[in-house]
């Protein structure tokens, strides 16, 4: 059987490809992709030009029975998506899945992904985090998911669209409080990359102010629920309890 590529694309800088990701995409026999139309000028511009086939989210199921298929044939297959590593908040896992249910070998061939990229500028605790993609996009199903996370230790991660960032950060200010240090990645690797590290309430307030903040590509790192907001708790409940001491 032929062997199943897995290969990041860049996350907005052309050039953040490696030499080995664009070699394995240009010996495959085929390449799938999240989407041709997408994908067809950064392979033209890297002079790639194996064919493409579609594998999406809505096409997903057929498209992997034809895809092992061809792996089974002995054809070699390079999945990608739109921007950085397939499967990361994007297609791939039952193509994944299915191949390795078929025996087929699957090569990783690492690259860009926005959410390390974000963690690695972040100055936030970088030893533990959890990665949790896209929160709903409905306030009261966003609030709740946000609730589970509230006492989470480890650091944040979020992926979020332009059109919903201000609604994530005031609803993260809400959940967490607003002294909790996020940073706002916005635009990694492109021309209006901006960091911004500071507590919600400050970034919350930011983005709302300047709506240039909200354009683009986004990614929310926050800090774990730390010490400090344990040391704080601590404090709240020892002087709760001198007051009732204290007060008739
Ligand atoms: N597979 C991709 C990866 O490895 O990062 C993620 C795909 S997901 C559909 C798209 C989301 O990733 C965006 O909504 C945004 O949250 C984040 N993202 C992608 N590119 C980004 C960039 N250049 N800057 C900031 N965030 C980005």
């Known amino acids: 059987p032929g062997c199943l590529w897995v290969v990041a694309t860049p996350i907005g800088h052309r ?55 061809r792996l089974l044939n002995g054809d070699s297959v390079a999945l990608i998506s739109d921007a950085g590593t397939p499967l990361i908040s994007d297609p791939g896992f039952r193509l994944v899945r299915a191949a390795r249910a078929a025996g087929i070998r699957c090569v990783p061939v690492p690259g860009a992904c926005a959410a390390i990229a974000a963690l690695s500028v972040a ?72 960091v911004l590290g500071e507590p919600l309430i400050e970034l919350a307030a930011r983005v709302v102010a300047d709506p240039d903040q909200q354009r683009g590509e986004h990614v929310i790192v926050v800090a774990g629920r730390g010490e400090e907001a344990d040391a704080k708790l601590v404090e709240g409940r020892r002087v709760f309890a001198i007051l009732r001491e204290e007060l008739p």
């Open 15 to 69: 050039d953040d490809f490696s030499v080995r990701a664009i070699e394995t995409l240009r010996s495959v026999s085929v390449i799938a992709a999240e989407d041709t139309r997408h994908s067809r000028p950064l392979l033209q511009h890297h002079n790639i030009a194996t064919p493409l086939i579609a594998l999406h989210e809505h096409n997903e199921r057929d498209a992997v029975d034809a895809v092992v298929r």
């Open 123 to 194: 100055g936030l605790p970088s030893d533990r985090f959890v990665f949790e993609g896209f929160l709903p996009p409905k306030s009261a199903a966003r609030r709740s998911r946000l609730q589970e996370l509230a006492g989470e230790p480890r650091t944040l991660i979020f992926y979020e669209s332009s059109h919903r960032v201000a609604e994530s950060l005031a609803d993260m200010r809400d959940v967490f409080g607003g002294e909790r240090e996020a940073v706002l990645a916005r635009e990694l690797t492109k021309l209006f990359e901006t």
